[in-house]
């Protein structure tokens, strides 16, 4: 279904019981609600919640945000943020409209990579809203934490081909690289999900504003002192994305937070991570 929050309209899937605990997943950079695997989402209802995953504005089937210069790509290898349509605020804004909207005051906010960027800022801005909080593979946008590595970074800069089966193939390429190395790697369903997210949606400006507005968080360092909500930080050791110095950051940052660091894990969540991440959002809902 949709639902209309902050003045836009986002997609939403949801799953469980509507008078459970409400569970709110929040995708990383581009991607869909896709992203967040069904059956994860099932195991989770198996605890006794309520689970929404969604798609961010510009992504998958929620609302287009038209604005930003032209060309995009280029306005931010110049490093000229300043006339983008939104930021990682705005995005969090979005978040706690649909809490709202899913006729909610909170809920238990689960964000992985960008997505646990906008959780950190819904937290910040919107603490109301925020029951608790787990933030998977992400950082606090302080620079010299949660850095990638360079040979990452080049695959992830790589342009998206507009030709379907190209546009599998890079899918694939990126998920190899991101991939957690301690844990089983399964290419076709990499291979299967990228097919159908291409069909789905394929909407590349959409992805280059959320990139811009990735690129232009603010460092939350301070502002995560003042987050009360009872949160769960998970990082893989491996994450040559984010590298796990920004989980850690994370934790430090948020008083009382707790550090789960996952020995193999990378900048993915392969089902053997599920049950810490079940376990995390299950234990901290019971605080």
Known sequence: MRARANGIELETESFGA????????????????????????????????RVVRFDNRDVGLSSKIEGGPRPLLRAIAGGDLSTMPYALADMAGDVAGLVEALGESSAHIVGVSMGG?????????????????????????NRSVGYGAPETLEVMAQRSPVEREANIEQAVRVWTKLRSPGFPHDEA?????????????????????????????????SALGQVRAPTTVIHGAEDSL???SGGQATAR??????????????????????PTVIDAIATQART
């Open 253 to 274: 940052a948020i008083s009382g937070a707790k550090l789960i660091v996952i020995p193999g894990m990378g900048h993915d969540l392969p089902e053997g991570v599920w």
């Open 18 to 49: 509507a008078g459970a605990p409400l569970v709110l997943l929040i995708s990383g950079f581009s991607q869909q609600l896709t992203s967040w695997d069904a059956r994860l989402c099932e195991a989770i209802v198996g605890r006794g919640f």
């Open 242 to 244: 984010i590298h796990v």
């Open 117 to 141: 960027m906008i959780a950190q800022t819904l937290a910040i801005h919107h603490p109301e809203r925020v029951k608790t909080l787990v933030s998977i593979m992400s950082t606090t946008g």
């Open 189 to 221: 369903r990499i291979r299967e999900r990228a097919a159908r997210n291409f069909d789905r949606s394929f909407y590349p400006e959409g992805v280059v504003r959320q990139l811009a507005a990735m690129l232009g968080q603010p460092d939350r360092t």
